[in-house]
């Protein structure tokens, strides 16, 4: 099986303070926009209208099935929102972005992506593949589903919140989902 690269350079706005890192973006046919959290299906960005403006759709291009990546950048920079995944090489073991069918090849290098976000204290993995691949990384103790642990990494303390995974295919509520993220958001200073 072939390895997959990243497509997606990191978003990292100077003043971030929140880093959110998935596992790894699904395959290119699922995207409707060129940056995180791409796939329409995927309630990434309706839980952060709901949450930061109160709205559902706010993202969402209205009568097409896109997200507006232009008003999800503006506010991601505005809030101090920067974007990345715990790989940066793959092997898709079952050809879709499942978890447990991605296979790591390359993580992320942790480190590099702090040093251009010195103000990030605040981590949020979305979804179990990229939390173990974290904690790995920082050598911190794996959180449970809406809570968080403590790592001494890169010459910064960091608190690692593990969130549920914004995937449909893990059918729980938009609302529910968001009452998860809400606590991060606002220790971060985004809402």
């Known amino acids: 099986m072939n390895s997959e690269q990243h497509l997606l350079k990191p978003f990292l706005p100077e003043q971030a303070r929140l880093l959110m890192l998935g596992s790894f973006p699904p395959q290119r046919k699922?995207?409707?926009m060129e940056f995180?959290?791409?796939?329409?299906?995927?309630?990434m960005w309706r839980i952060v209208g709901y949450l930061a403006l109160g709205d559902r759709h706010a993202f969402e291009i209205p009568g097409e099935?896109?997200?507006?990546?232009p008003k999800i950048e503006s506010f991601c920079r505005e809030r101090g929102i920067a974007m990345y995944d715990t790989s940066e090489?793959?092997?898709r073991l079952n050809n879709n972005a499942s978890d447990a069918s991605l296979q790591v090849v390359r993580e992320v290098d942790l480190a590099a992506l702090l040093q251009r976000i010195p103000s990030c204290r605040t981590i949020v993995v979305t979804g179990g593949k990229a939390a173990e691949t974290l904690c790995r990384i920082t050598g911190c103790e794996?959180?449970?589903?809406?809570?968080?642990?403590?790592a001494r990494y890169a010459d910064r303390d960091l608190h690692i919140w593990r969130m549920p995974s914004t995937s449909r295919a893990f059918p729980r509520p938009i609302e529910w989902k968001a009452e998860f993220y809400r606590k991060p958001f606002a220790?971060?200073?985004?809402l």
């Open 89 to 91: 090489e793959v092997i």
């Open 187 to 190: 220790e971060s200073g985004i």
């Open 36 to 43: 995180y959290y791409p796939n329409f299906q995927n309630d």
């Open 30 to 32: 699922r995207w409707s």
């Open 142 to 150: 794996l959180p449970a589903v809406g809570a968080w642990s403590a």
């Open 65 to 69: 099935r896109r997200f507006d990546q």
